[in-house]
Nanobody
Framework: LVQLVESGGGSVQAGGSLRLSCAVS????????MGWFRQAPGKEREGVAR????????VYADSVEGRFTVSRHTANNTLSLQMNNLRPEDTAMYYC?????????????????????WGQGTQVTVSS
């Protein structure tokens, strides 16, 4: 059974930092496509950052480029998201996703459309 458990959310003032963590269990593949998404009230879920196991490649949404860093930690099988210089518009529920990539391209669309588990989410609130 694949499980994803997010943690690390909270409330901070603009300019502050938070570090999210996603514990991944149940996958036997080392060829995962992994990513962080967020969803604010009344808005669609959007991709924030993603990581490809096979290459170590990272991709970020334009809105977070230079402020957020996604990292893979194989020792404890987690995916983290370091968020610096947070803005009120970063306020959202944050979710992680992980899919066995197989031979497919790792993308936000792949993570959203490929059937698989989602975590319960962790709330990030940034006040001005």
């Amino acid at each position: 059974l694949v499980q994803l458990v997010e943690s690390g959310g909270g409330s901070v003032q603009a300019g502050g930092s938070l570090r999210l963590s996603c514990a991944v269990s149940g996958y036997t593949s080392d060829n995962l496509c992994m990513g962080w998404f967020r969803q604010a009230p009344g808005k669609e879920r959007e991709g924030v950052a993603r990581y490809t196991d096979a290459t170590g490649a990272t991709v970020y949404a334009d809105s977070v480029e230079g402020r957020f860093t996604v990292s893979r930690h194989t020792a404890n099988n987690t995916l983290s998201l370091q968020m610096n210089n947070l803005r009120p518009e970063d306020t959202a529920m944050y979710y992680c996703a992980a899919r066995d990539r197989g031979g497919r391209i790792c993308s936000f669309v792949f993570l959203q459309l490929q059937s698989g588990a989602w975590g319960q989410g962790t709330q990030v609130t940034v006040s001005s």
